[in-house]
Structures are given as C-alpha cells and as structure tokens.
C-alpha cells in the first residue's frame, strides 16, 4: 500500500456504544476522506477533511463525526452506533488537485458490524 | 449539482470478449474523469485517468476517452480475463476542495 493503514480491519461493536475508526497515513498529503461501502448504494462520502482542523460534511453525515488533529490522523467517530451503520467503511487520501498525480489513494477498509 | 452515471451490473463476459463499461457525466466546466477498480476483499486502485477532453487515459489494457461532446467517458478492453473480475467505478473531479463525485459501480465477472 501507498502509505495509508486503516485500524481496525474488523470491529463488532453492541448498539448504542461509541465506536472511532483510525486512518493514518505517511504520505503528508492534505487532503483525507472517509467513505462507506453498502450493496446497492455504492460509495458514499461521509466526512472529508482538507486540512489540519479542517473538514466537511458529506452526503451521509448524521450519526458520525470526525476529528484532525495532525496531517497524518483523520479520525471517524460513530456517537452511538445503530445497525444501519454496519458497513464497510474506507480511508483516502489525496495530494493537492492540481498536482499531475492527483488521484484518490485507498485504504483496505474496515469492516463495522453493529449487534 | 455534479454526477457520473454508469451502467448497472453485473456484466458477466467469457474470457478474450470485448468489454464495454459505460461511463457518463454531468459536470459544470471541464473536469478530470477517473475509473477505479476494486477487488473482491481489497480498496479502490486508480486504473486511469484523463484530465481533458480527447485525452485517453490507459492502463493494463484499459482504455477510455473523455468525450466532451458526448459528455463520456466509457471505459474498454479489448479481452477480458479472469483475473479483471471486480467492481469498476467511474468518478470525476470538479474543481477547488470538492472532493471526488464516484458513479454506483459496476460489477464485473469474467468466467474462463
């Protein structure tokens, strides 16, 4: 992998209990996402940040948040997990849009299950 | 607002067949178009890319054009095998911080 580790691969977690997944990465790029992964609906953006302390709400927001505190940490935080959070969640990163290389690098994803 | 639409899935092929994964887009001004793959238990690797129109973007026998015209960006490989089994995702980028807007996938199988 490109410089980019996602932990815990796989988490069972009771309903109503808080829940944080780690994404780290060595490639100092600016810009990381976190994604979920459902059959039939695709990928879906549920935060992004584009800077240290800086993020964004994506299209499916509610019940998460998420916190970056230095460039290689991104964190997602589940307040109160449901089961309509089980998923398969995913890390990105990419380095400035302008650059010549700028593409989405993906982490291996983890997998959520909410009881 | 932005938007890429594929073909839905699963396509299954025989081995060597042609392969066609339709790709559209809906986008203000000119954005770089993207296909991605992802295999079964992995993340999304980048196939290709094109950042402007009438560029082809190609890779392990990949290929798509960014159309303008017809605002498109299918992506094609002349035969297919076994191991291109996997899910393919168009995507486009816009412009500024907006982040990667990713089409719904489409499923490939490719049976020997």
């Known amino acids: 992998d490109a410089g980019i580790t996602q932990s815990p691969r796989h988490k069972v977690t009771e309903t109503g209990t808080p829940v944080t997944l780690r994404c780290h990465q060595t490639?100092?790029?600016?810009?990381m996402y976190w994604y979920r992964q459902d059959p039939g609906h695709g990928l879906r953006l549920i935060h992004y940040?584009?800077?240290?302390?800086?993020?964004d709400k994506g299209e499916v927001s509610d019940g998460y948040s998420v916190s970056r505190s230095k460039t290689e940490d991104f964190l997602l935080t589940l307040e109160s997990a449901t089961s309509s959070q089980t998923s398969v969640y995913f890390c990105?990163?990419?380095?400035?849009?302008?650059?010549?290389?700028?593409?989405?690098?993906f982490g291996s994803g983890t997998r959520l299950t909410v009881v | 607002g932005d938007s890429v639409t594929q073909m839905e899935g699963p396509v299954t092929l025989s081995e060597e067949a042609f392969l066609t994964i339709n790709c559209t887009y809906t986008a203000t001004g000119y954005p770089s178009l993207f296909w991605y793959v992802q295999y079964p238990g992995e993340g999304l690797q980048l196939l290709l890319k094109?950042?402007?129109?009438?560029d082809k973007g190609s890779n392990k026998g990949f290929e798509a054009t960014y159309r303008k015209e017809t605002t498109s960006f299918h992506l094609e490989k002349g035969s297919v095998q076994v191991s291109d089994s996997a899910v393919y995702f168009c995507a486009l980028y816009a412009s500024g911080n907006t982040p990667l807007v990713f089409g719904k996938g489409t499923r490939l199988s490719v049976i020997a």
């Open positions: 490639e100092n790029h600016r810009y």
């Open positions: 940040s584009y800077g240290v302390k800086d993020t």
């Open positions: 990105a990163i990419s380095d400035n849009p302008t650059r010549l290389n700028y593409g989405y690098t």
């Open positions: 094109a950042t402007k129109a009438d």
